[in-house]
């Protein structure tokens, strides 16, 4: 029977098994609450990888996930990864962040930069380890790698989670998209530097000179093009601006976000771009998950990349609430707004995801790094909502503060 099917078919029965495991599990076992259904699909793509399916089931792993297939499902994964991306990039609100510059700043700086010096400590630790380096870093690129993986806002999920706790709209989620939001940038800005290749610098910084230059035409065609328009306009600017950074060294994806951040947001319907976002959620990043899943290795042994994970994630959690409570003193907050601020901040899934995939493709971080970063994203994530919850339940005058 294997014999007889096309690879066709092969794919086919691979995007059954990447919709329905997930989605299943998430009906039948009613996880919304802990786990929404984009994390259950992160865990059914490290399930359905070599490590777990691949270990349990070897024959029929290599037959569903042959290289023909993985081929054709990553094409899928980079352009729906892009997107995501893009979306991030737009939904960035530097206006507000720069008209709350003071507060947005000493928040997000303490937010991003305890986690990033506890993360680094970790990472100088596993220096000390072989197997954790990938071949193709320097020490200082691991190691600030790594920091940052354990600093990440996910601003996409960040979102998507204040919606079922239904603050977004009001204005404590406003302000907490605010410090995200330039957090965002200097995750992004961190990457490029990690990535610069001093081989290659000169095109690197051709391509941004030149990405400058010809965003400043970008933008004023954007401004006169109706908005039916500006969609199809804007997926064309993504592949331009993926190319050209990703042939210039950067990584496609640092091309997806610049892409995306050199957009205004009021552009675009808001109640349009959220639908794009879930649609993109909906019907192609589960492919993305499940090429994630595919990376994972725990070759070194389980035990060992679960301990690793543990104390990157204590690093994470603990670097996110001490940044957001000195910051809480700094401004004078009230008593516990800092706890709920920080556990909302604490979020990575996607955007910590899509990090440690760009670490891995430049070699900078080994597979059994990349699977303890992934564990560690998943577990910060799942925490975030039952920690929160009962903290706004207690503290509902905090909703409505604006400052």
Not at 122 to 140: D, E, I, N, R
Not at 188 to 197: Q, T
Not at 310 to 316: G, K, N
Request: one cysteine or more; charged letters at 15%; hydrophobic letters at 60%.
């Amino acid at each position: 029977m294997h014999q007889a099917m096309s690879t066709t078919e092969i794919f086919l029965l691979a995007m059954l098994l990447i919709f329905s495991v997930p989605y299943l599990v998430w009906r039948v076992c009613k996880t919304d609450y802990y786990a929404p259904l984009v994390v259950v699909q992160i865990i059914a793509g490290i399930l359905l990888g070599p490590g777990v399916l691949g270990a349990a089931f070897p024959e029929y792993y290599q037959f569903v996930f042959n290289p023909a297939v993985i081929q054709s499902l990553n094409g899928i994964a980079w352009w729906a990864v892009m997107i995501f991306v893009m979306i991030a990039g737009i939904e960035l609100d530097l206006v507000q962040a720069w008209e709350h510059r003071f507060e947005s700043g000493v928040t997000a700086g303490l937010a991003l930069g305890m986690p990033l010096i506890f993360g680094s400590a970790v990472a100088l630790g596993m220096l000390g380890f072989v197997g954790w380096m990938g071949p193709g870093a320097q020490s200082w690129q691991f190691v600030l790698g790594v920091g940052m993986a354990c600093a990440v806002t996910a601003l996409p999920i960040l979102i998507l989670l204040m919606e079922k706790l239904e603050i977004l709209r009001q204005p404590i989620g406003q302000r907490i998209l605010r410090y995200a939001s330039v957090d965002d940038i200097a995750i992004w800005g961190v990457l490029a530097l990690i990535m610069l290749d001093w081989d290659r610098v000169t095109r690197q910084i051709g391509f941004l000179l030149v990405f400058a230059v010809v965003t400043i035409f970008y933008r004023r065609v954007m401004a006169w093009l109706q908005e039916r328009d500006r969609w199809y306009v804007g997926l064309i600017w993504l592949a331009v601006c993926s190319f050209g950074a990703d042939w210039a060294g950067l990584h496609f994806m640092v091309g997806a976000f610049l892409a995306g951040a050199v957009m205004d947001a009021h552009w675009f319907n808001q109640e349009k771009m959220d639908l794009m976002r879930h649609h993109v959620l909906l019907a192609i990043m589960p492919v993305f998950f499940l090429s994630t899943g595919l990376r994972t290795n725990w070759a070194m042994g389980g035990s060992v990349v679960f301990i690793v994970a543990a104390v990157l994630l204590v690093a994470s959690v603990s670097g996110k609430l001490i940044g957001v409570q000195l910051a809480g003193k700094i401004l004078k907050w009230e008593k516990g707004e800092a706890s709920i601020i920080g556990w909302l901040l604490q979020t990575k899934a996607l955007i910590m995801i899509i990090f440690v995939n760009i670490l891995l493709d430049k070699k900078i971080i080994t597979s059994e790094t990349f699977t303890a970063l992934l564990l560690m994203a998943i577990a910060s994530t799942m925490l975030t909502v039952p920690v929160v919850a009962p903290k706004l339940q207690r503290m509902k005058e905090i909703i409505f503060r604006s400052k």
